[in-house]
């Protein structure tokens, strides 16, 4: 069996950030670093105790560079950094599953800590045929695709429901209880930890029962940018879409990873 982690930084416990800014910027980012290298070991360790022979740890936060490598159990194998070619490095039909460690609610969502989907700064929203998805949503398709099933999501509870609605059958450990933007009650750190590491080794022996989040295609694909010109721009660029207003840009998918 192989599995794939990936690993954002903004839900896991103890990451609450500080107003004006994005996580990076705050004091509360180098814990949050260790953090997201704790949960992501411990869903990594899960799965090794089912018997893995396989698990790839994916930085994706930011520029890809984040987490304490060499704090990873051993036996994961690392894809970090920017510019692959899609989104999930190194996923085919052959993985298991995938994890979503560490991952946050979608923008718009209130109290989520931290919710946005890709940039605070850049996007007010996403949509696929008119519903707004998120990070979450949008790896979990990015999986399908490949027909591999999301089967385990650890984060707050915004982003947690948020993943149940699409995957009802996966495992989820609740790491905080958002409160607001930079708010929440989050669980003991080291009781997070302990709390993945036990659902991914349950997830992965359900990983066989559960279904892939298939979005087919074909896919109108909605950015609502919150800048004028962002979207001006995003709709004469390389993967120029169809300007729908003055805020909104729109791209025709046969499928997800045509954009991503």
């Given at each position: 069996m192989k599995f794939i982690v990936a690993v954002d930084c903004e839900g896991v416990a103890g990451a609450v950030g500080t107003p004006g800014g994005t996580l990076n910027d705050s004091p509360n980012w180098e814990f949050a670093r260790l953090q997201a290298t704790r949960e992501a070991d411990a869903a990594a360790r899960g799965f090794f105790a089912a018997g893995a022979?396989?698990?790839?740890?994916?930085?994706?936060?930011?520029?890809?560079?984040?987490?304490?490598?060499?704090?990873?159990?051993?036996?994961?194998?690392?894809?970090?950094?920017?510019?692959?070619?899609h989104r999930f490095p190194g996923l085919d039909g052959t993985f298991a599953g995938v994890a979503l460690v560490g991952y946050h609610a979608m923008d718009n969502t209130v109290d989520g800590v931290m919710a946005h989907s890709f940039s605070s700064a850049a996007y007010q929203a996403m949509r696929i045929n008119g519903r707004d998805v998120g990070e979450i949503e949008i790896d979990a398709a990015m999986a399908g695709e490949y027909g591999v099933p999301l089967i385990l999501v650890a984060s707050d509870a915004q982003a947690v429901a948020q993943a149940c609605a699409i995957c009802p059958h996966i495992e989820t450990v609740v790491t905080k209880q958002g409160l607001g933007w930079n708010a929440a009650i989050s669980q003991h750190p080291r009781r997070a930890v302990a709390a993945i590491e036990a659902a991914a080794t349950r997830a992965a022996s359900r990983a066989g029962s559960m279904a892939p989040f298939c979005v087919p295609g074909p896919l109108a694909f909605e950015i609502r940018y919150k800048r004028m010109d962002a979207a001006q721009a995003a709709s004469r660029g390389l993967k120029g879409g169809t300007r729908v207003d003055p805020f909104t840009v729109r791209w025709d998918l046969a499928r997800l990873s045509d954009y991503f």
């Open positions: 022979t396989q698990v790839i740890v994916w930085d994706n936060h930011g520029g890809g560079v984040n987490l304490h490598y060499d704090h990873l159990d051993e036996r994961c194998d690392i894809a970090l950094g920017a510019g692959f070619p």
